[in-house]
T-cell receptor
Framework: QLQLQESGPGLVKPSETLSLTCTVS??????????WAWIRQSPGKGLEWIGS?????????SPSLKSRVTISVDTSKNQFSLKLSFVTVADTAVYYC????FGSGHDDWGQGTLVTVSS | DIQMTQSPSTLSASVGDRVIITCRAS??????LAWYQQKPGKAPKLLIY???TLESGVPSRFSGSGSGTEFTLTVSSLQPDDFATYYC???????????FGPGTKVDIK
């Protein structure tokens, strides 16, 4: 059974870079039929897609976050990562990693990790 | 960006009720629309994709319909486990972003 697990600092200072990693187990990140995504949810708010990556390294970013987001993949470690630069308190959220098969919605999710932006 | 709206934002219902949630897109997304259920403190769960295809393991009381800009999620007979927040998401094109609706909270009447 596929499992995704987010990891990274739970506290980031304003103007710094948020860095998270998603480790995939029970399946290969090199699947030719899946995308891998980062999605966040601010406290008490709705869901926001941040971006996605294909195992080949092709990336797709939210137009509203594109200038600050980098998503990368490490197939040797079965991991993909998120970097969000110049964070503000508005970036405080639970960050989820998720898998999306071609033609489908996001069918497998990590448990989520809360990242707080505060000095 | 493609904007998504949902109605109602909150819905009070009883066990056994038929519940309908509407999702609208600001431009056509064809049938590239998914529905998720989320409970407090948990990750969302995929219910339906491609507007009307039931995800494996999801009870048949959930159904989806629509195409283009208007979509519905129907729960034929609400069960205690169904009280949650429901989100739609379009995935028509990465160039436009994969946007979620604002959510519909289904609570107990």
């Amino acid at each position: 059974q596929l499992q995704l697990q987010e990891s990274g600092p739970g506290l980031v200072k304003p103007s710094e870079t948020l860095s998270l990693t998603c480790t995939v187990s029970g399946g290969s990140i090199s699947s030719s039929s899946h995308y891998w995504a980062w999605i966040r949810q601010s406290p008490g708010k709705g869901l926001e897609w941040i971006g996605s990556i294909y195992y080949s390294g092709s990336t797709y970013y939210s137009p509203s976050l594109k200038s600050r987001v980098t998503i990368s993949v490490d197939t040797s470690k079965n991991q993909f990562s998120l970097k969000l630069s110049f964070v503000t308190v508005a970036d405080t959220a639970v960050y989820y990693c998720a898998r999306r098969p071609f033609g489908s919605g996001h069918d497998d999710w990590g448990q989520g990790t809360l990242v707080t932006v505060s000095s | 960006d493609i904007q998504m709206t949902q109605s109602p934002s909150t819905l009070s219902a009883s066990v056994g009720d038929r519940v309908i949630i509407t999702c609208r897109a600001s431009q056509s997304v064809s049938s590239w629309l998914a529905w998720y259920q989320q409970k407090p403190g948990k990750a969302p769960k995929l219910l339906i994709y491609k507007a009307s295809t039931l995800e494996s393991g999801v009870p048949s009381r959930f159904s989806g319909s629509g195409s283009g800009t208007e979509f519905t999620l129907t729960v034929s007979s609400l069960q205690p486990d169904d009280f949650a927040t429901y989100y739609c998401q379009q995935y028509n094109s990465y160039s436009e972003g994969l946007t979620f609706g604002p959510g519909t909270k289904v609570d107990i009447k």
